[in-house]
């Protein structure tokens, strides 16, 4: 049953129970006689092993949240139910209950599904009516195919219910975009001007790759500089390059109707304009995609 979780770093020391001595032959009954005037007497019909005990109408679920794991349900041994709290980072099992003979194949599905749900952004596990399901939302599209194929590869992986959702296309631009840069690439020009300085193609190429996973939704492209120069100059310049970025952009691939200038000039700067360094942090340009696309 290990077999469904990542045992990498794992050792084993599991050592066979020695087998158990064969009970002695038993004679053979001796053949029943009749007495004289009677019939035979039939032996006595052999007593059926007594069965085992019906698996108990099992239920458990684990559920992930911003605020962590929560467990609930049943489990077959207290070495199970602490396990399973470990496992899923719960703050512990107290809503747990331990009821002995699980379903068949619980032990697998539960590990299976508490690995599948840790990679999870939120979702829960249930086990219900005898039948197992994972639902919730995965932070990448990668993680959500990972989780998919995990469950599926189970020996009752026909039988789990899995719906788990990717991030939205908006959601994967911005983390596209995040990824780029805390305050947005690395975009510069050459001096004051609205020409971009060498090396920045590569930028340029970064933000429409991440413009392209969510198309037709609206991208704000704000452009802002240090304190150098006029105010209104300044303003008038940071507008400028906000077009020139979406002029590049469209060159890309990108709809131009879905991009817009905006120009801050030097009024919202991120660090003070004492030094050349902080001057150099202030002017950037910043893409923000509108939630409400």
């Known amino acids: ?5 990542d045992t990498k770093g794992w050792s084993f020391d599991i050592k066979r129970a020695p087998a158990a001595a064969a009970a002695p032959a038993q004679p053979p009954a001796p053949p029943a006689t009749a007495s004289a005037g009677s019939a035979a007497t039939a032996p006595a019909a052999a007593t059926a092993p007594a069965a085992a005990p019906a698996a108990p109408d099992y239920t458990f679920t684990a559920s992930k949240s911003a605020s962590g794991v929560t467990l609930a349900g049943d489990v077959p041994t207290e070495g199970a139910r602490g396990y399973f709290a470990d496992m899923a980072g719960a703050s512990s099992g107290d809503g747990l209950s331990i009821v002995a003979h699980p379903p068949e194949n619980f032990v697998t599905n539960a590990l299976a599904g508490i690995d599948a749900l840790g990679k999870l952004s939120e979702g829960e596990l249930a086990l219900s009516a005898g039948k197992w399901s994972l639902k919730g939302k995965a932070p990448t599209p990668e993680a959500r195919d990972a989780v998919v194929a995990s469950l599926g590869a189970l020996p009752t992986g026909k039988d789990f219910a899995v719906d788990v959702v990717g991030p ?10 995040a990824a780029l840069g805390p305050h947005g690439p690395a975009i510069n020009f050459d001096g004051r001007t609205t020409k971009f300085a060498k090396g920045t193609d590569a930028e340029l190429d970064g ?3 991440a413009l392209a ?6 991208v704000d492209v704000a452009a802002y500089t240090d304190s150098d120069g006029a105010a209104d100059a300044n303003m008038a310049l940071t507008v400028a390059r906000a077009e020139a970025v979406i002029g590049a952009l469209v060159k890309r691939g990108i709809e131009a109707d879905r991009l817009y200038a905006v120009g801050y000039g030097e009024t919202l700067p991120l660090v003070p304009n004492t030094t ?17 696309e």
Do not use: S
Not at 1 to 5: D, E, R, V
């Open 213 to 218: 996973l969510c198309p037709g939704v609206r």
């Open 276 to 292: 050349k360094a902080n001057k150099a942090k202030n002017r950037r340009i910043e893409f923000t995609i509108d939630p409400k």
């Open 168 to 177: 939205t296309p908006v959601e994967l631009c911005n983390m596209k975009l």
């Open 1 to 5: 049953q290990l077999g469904a979780i």
């Open 207 to 209: 933000v429409a790759a």
